[in-house]
């Protein structure tokens, strides 16, 4: 008996302590909610649900992407796979003439169907996905033709977006910057316009495979208003499409991104052609400076020399090397030959001037010679550095005689004879007679080259034939290339 009391008072203990416990533990979880309370949760009846742990469906299960093969295009062995196009020109970068080619800055948009990646959806809203899901589906392998570098934006992140829509529409739109080549023709250079051309085309898949067309037609391509070139105005922007053919692959669809640009004439103007011009106005001075002063006229003409030199290798050293005259070489060129002929027209002078002085001095050497041997066979005094003299008296009524006369000859106004007044009426005149070899002979002679050996009639007539021919040229280049 009392083994079974003592049986009973162990059962008993082991149920209180059972029971506290259970208090305990419920004391616990009420504090806890209590607690939970003050921090801002809710006090509901209702079981918080910890979503972080609750199952996902994955964006690859949604889009089924492991339930096909998406290294084939859509519709495979069907019909072509219509691909739209759209670009938004974001900035034209640059233009160099030098290289030929042009920098461009756009966003590259692409809309297609592909049936495989459709999704159920109750709301109807598309899922917007960035790069890393374009490595697993189909996209269209689109390209830049003539294109020499390109790449994609990656900062902060590769500048790639991809949308899908339930019914399995996509669009994939890319941000790019590209440099492609731009056939110029520079023979106005630089009174002309360039058309440049940015072109697009499928790598891989023929006109049979894929179907690529501008989405809205003109107004596929958009531009940003600010948009500005330093040397260039943007006139327009277009867009056309056309087949392409390769004799070993086929026929692919490829789009055309055309613009105009027509350069500015405003910086060339003060940097080439006034420059010039100046030069040859500058050359024109020369035209002005005396004949003998042969440093002056000649460091001017060969100053305006080297500086034309000197512009036409500016102009050059940025242009390409092509093998047609432009037409600032024309301006240059000519200005140059204006400026060399004035330089050519002082030498003329110059020599011209040497050659009539020398004569002239033969001229006077002769005549001296003369002058000696007939003073000494007339035995009258020598008058050296002179011409041969004589002294003609002049009547009254405008007849002369020269036998009367000559005994006067070499003698001063003291030393002649006083005048009688039967002879008041005569006028003693000193004649410098040439002799018969420079006599009406020469003169006919040299009356052909009067002109050419009257150096002051050269510049004379530079100082008009030049700003004259100059100006006509000027007309007839502005009125031709404007």
């Not at 529409?169 to 106005?188: E, G, I, K, P, Q």
């Not at 405003?266 to 052609?273: E, G, K, R, V």
Request: net charge positive; with cysteine; charged share 20%.
């Amino acid at each position: 008996m009392p083994y079974y009391i003592k049986f009973l008072s162990l059962i008993f203990c082991l149920i209180l302590i059972g029971e506290c416990r259970k208090h305990k533990s419920r004391k616990r979880r009420w504090s806890g909610a209590v607690e939970s309370h003050k921090h801002g949760a809710p006090l509901t009846g209702k079981k918080i649900v910890d979503n972080t742990k609750s199952h996902k469906v994955k964006t690859d299960h949604l889009l089924r992407v492991d339930d096909h093969d998406f290294t084939m295009r859509p519709a495979f062995a069907g019909p072509a796979v219509p691909v739209g196009v759209d670009v938004q020109v974001e900035s034209l970068d640059s233009i160099s003439e030098v290289d030929m080619d042009f920098t461009m800055t756009l966003y590259l948009r692409h809309y297609w169907k592909d049936e495989r990646l459709s999704f159920p959806s109750t709301t109807n809203k598309s899922m917007t996905f960035d790069g890393r899901l374009v490595k697993k589906i189909w996209v269209p392998d689109v390209f830049f033709v003539h294109s020499k570098r390109s790449f994609i934006h990656d900062t902060t992140t590769e500048n790639i977006m991809l949308r899908v829509f339930p019914d399995g529409h996509v669009l994939y739109s890319l941000r790019v910057t590209v440099t492609a080549a731009c056939n110029m023709d520079f023979s106005r250079f630089p009174l002309d316009s360039q058309t440049c051309t940015l072109e697009l085309e499928s790598y891989a898949y023929t006109d049979e495979d894929l179907m690529l067309y501008w989405k809205s037609g003109d107004e596929s391509l958009s531009t940003d208003d600010r948009i500005s070139l330093s040397q260039f105005l943007i006139q327009k922007f277009h867009t056309t499409s056309r087949l392409a053919f390769y004799s070993s692959t086929g026929w692919y669809n490829r789009l055309y991104i055309n613009f105009t640009l027509r350069r500015h004439i405003f910086f060339f103007l003060l940097q080439t052609y006034f420059p010039a011009t100046l030069m040859v106005m500058l050359s024109w001075v020369s035209f002005w400076i005396d004949r003998r002063a042969v440093p002056a006229r000649v460091s001017l003409g060969i100053t305006t020399v080297l500086t034309m030199s000197t512009i036409i290798t500016g102009v050059n050293a940025s242009m390409p090397r092509v093998s047609y005259i432009k037409a600032v070489d024309i301006y240059l060129w000519v200005s140059f030959v204006f400026v060399f002929l004035s330089v050519l027209e002082y030498a003329a002078v110059n020599y011209l001037t040497t050659v009539r002085d020398g004569k002239d001095r033969k001229l006077r050497e002769k005549a001296r010679e003369q002058s000696l041997s007939l003073a000494r066979e007339q035995s009258l005094p020598c008058t050296c550095g002179m011409s041969h003299t004589g002294t003609v008296m002049v009547d009254g009524d405008g007849t002369y005689s020269e036998a009367d006369t000559n005994s006067l000859a070499g003698y001063t106004r003291a030393d002649a004879p006083e005048d009688t007044p039967e002879k008041q009426e005569h006028m003693v005149v000193h004649l410098s007679l040439d002799n018969e070899s420079t006599g009406t002979k020469k003169k006919a002679r040299f009356r052909s080259f009067s002109l050419m050996q009257n150096t002051h009639a050269i510049d004379t007539y530079s100082r008009m034939i030049f700003p004259g021919s100059y100006i006509i040229f000027n007309l007839i280049y502005w009125s031709a290339y404007c």
